[in-house]
């Protein structure tokens, strides 16, 4: 990273090595891992794609719109990217991945490196050297499908822990562009982060941003001292914490970016701040509100033989999710007679997820050997006590089974944010219903009135699910009422809103003139 007012108007004028790079038309960029589309087979076999309905899609859908914005991400299959295409009113720009790229960057260094060191190395993460060139590669060809969209002066929006060269790279090459960071996942402490052979150009490429956002306190200050101790970038002026009370709410949220730190050591402003993400609580409550889906959720309980209490887990197969604990928990339950087969049914949809990955293979045989098990052990003729799914659903089904849960199940052992804990919560307007909550979740930060849980304490576990699956009528909308309105007051436009706010707040970029080349501001 070269920091401060680089080089850029040698290379606009065409003299510097990357001036290829180029400039573009559109005033905001979101550069993504993912394409927010699912790719479907058309009338004639032809390649359709369907947006794909995630919440940072609903909440960011309207500002691309007004901004002529560009989405720039990977399809998910090998190969060649598509070309550039338009998907509900928004730009898409494909960036290609190779066979051997999926398997060292994709697989590889972000979800056999990255992601459990950052998942607080609940599974060991692997350290190879021709993954990181990979990573370096892939997120070189993202910076340079930026730069290439970004108008002068545009806005760049960059997600998460697979991208985070991308700020680096691309404020490199224009300085004239705002540059936000948001990681999805946690940050983790430093003693476990320092295992990565490169720290230091991780916390380098995050740098090249004008505001890092994390999803809770301790990612940000965990991410400061990062910063601190192996970049020695942090040492030149005074270092402001992270306040500890800084919560995602618009007010705080910019007052702690006014305290934030020169963490880049360049003389550039960089802000880390926190912005817990959330989901698109009204479209979740109006799916929730169908006729359609209420009779679906009623279908479900009957389909389970009508139980006294439905409990439910829904994730992705991840070793993260803290799956085994959950069940560990429930076959005690039912070894020792506090739930019986005939009083209660788990229903566990664990989506596929990552599958070539070896701890995810390990992780689905180890789940599948112990609802076998279970089911084995308690199971009557007609009446199985868990009903495994490894299924992925659309959002109606999810909101069917949401409704026809009377206790929902929310078990990581470390988790960034948890969203179906808020889809739960925003699909209960009863105001009925229980949700044990890992204290390991961004969403326990904000969801206090859970029945909080540490997943590793089996005991802790046991007696919170008897909890949930007797609460009192009185109880459940108590808690249910407080849950419910932070989840609507602070859903993911929100969350959008107050992170671009904050990132319009960051000191301006140099601002390149595209008739001289010339740079001014600061
Ligand atoms: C997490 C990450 C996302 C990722 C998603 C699905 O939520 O924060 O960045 O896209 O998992 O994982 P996948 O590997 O399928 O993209």
Wanted: charge should be negative; aromatic fraction near 8%.
């Amino acid at each position: 990273m070269t920091g401060g007012v680089p080089d850029l108007t040698e290379k606009a004028q065409g003299n510097g090595p990357d001036s290829a790079w180029g400039v573009g038309d559109c005033g905001f960029v979101v550069a993504a891992s993912r394409l927010p589309v699912d790719q479907v087979d058309g009338p004639e076999g032809q390649v359709e794609w369907r947006p794909s309905p995630g919440g940072l899609v609903s909440a960011l859908e309207p500002i691309m719109r007004d901004a002529d914005g560009v989405w720039i991400g990977w399809s998910g299959a090998a190969g060649d990217p598509p070309q550039p295409f338009d998907v509900a009113g928004m730009h898409l720009v494909g960036v290609g991945l190779s066979a051997d790229e999926v398997r060292d960057y994709y697989e590889g260094f972000c979800n056999a490196t990255l992601w459990p060191l950052y998942h607080d190395v609940i599974a060991p993460p692997e350290f190879h050297r021709p993954w990181w060139e990979a990573y370096v590669r892939v997120n070189r060809r993202f910076a340079q499908a930026a730069a290439q969209q970004a108008a002068i002066g545009a806005t760049v929006w960059v997600h998460d822990y697979q991208l985070q060269l991308v700020p680096g790279m691309l404020r490199e090459q224009r300085s004239d562009v705002r540059i936000g960071m948001f990681t999805h996942i946690p940050f983790p402490g430093y003693e476990i982060f320092a295992q990565l052979p490169w720290r230091r150009q991780i916390i380098e490429g995050l740098l090249g941003a004008d505001l890092l956002g994390f999803q809770r306190h301790g990612d940000a200050a965990n991410f400061l001292r990062a910063c601190r101790r192996t970049a020695r970038l942090a040492t030149r002026g005074s270092l402001v914490r992270v306040p500890a009370t800084m919560s995602g709410d618009a007010r705080t949220a910019v007052a702690a970016q006014r305290q934030a730190a020169d963490v880049s050591g360049t003389g550039r402003d960089v802000r880390v701040g926190t912005f817990p993400i959330s989901i698109d609580s009204a479209a979740f409550e109006k799916i929730a509100s169908r006729e359609t889906v209420r009779a679906r959720a009623k279908e479900i309980r009957h389909a389970l033989g009508n139980p006294r209490v439905v409990l439910l887990g829904i994730d992705r197969l991840d070793y993260t999710k803290g799956i085994l604990h959950r069940l560990n928990a429930y076959g005690e339950l039912l070894s020792e007679g506090r739930l019986t087969p005939a009083e209660a049914v788990l229903v566990l949809v664990a989506s596929p997820s990552r599958e070539r990955v070896e701890h995810y293979r390990v992780l689905r045989d180890e789940v599948e050997v112990t609802v076998g098990r279970i089911n084995g052990e308690h199971a009557e003729l007609g009446n199985a006590p868990i009903h495994y799914l490894h299924q992925t659903y659309p959002r109606e089904e999810m909101a069917a089974l949401y409704l026809a849960a009377d206790v929902m199940l929310v078990t990581s052992l470390r988790d960034g944010m948890n969203l179906v804990a808020k889809e739960y919560v925003a699909c209960r307007r009863d105001e009925t219903g229980a949700l044990v909550l890992s204290e390991f979740t961004g969403a326990a930060d904000e969801l206090g009135s859970a029945l909080l849980v540490n997943p590793h304490d089996i005991e802790g576990l046991k007696d919170a699910i008897i909890r949930a699956a007797t609460i009192s009528p009185g109880e459940a909308k108590r808690r249910m009422r407080s849950m419910r309105r932070r989840v609507r007051e602070h859903d993911v436009g929100h969350w959008a809103e107050t992170f671009l706010d904050a990132l319009e707040q960051a000191p301006a970029p140099a601002v390149l003139t595209e008739s001289t080349g010339q740079l001014s501001g600061s």
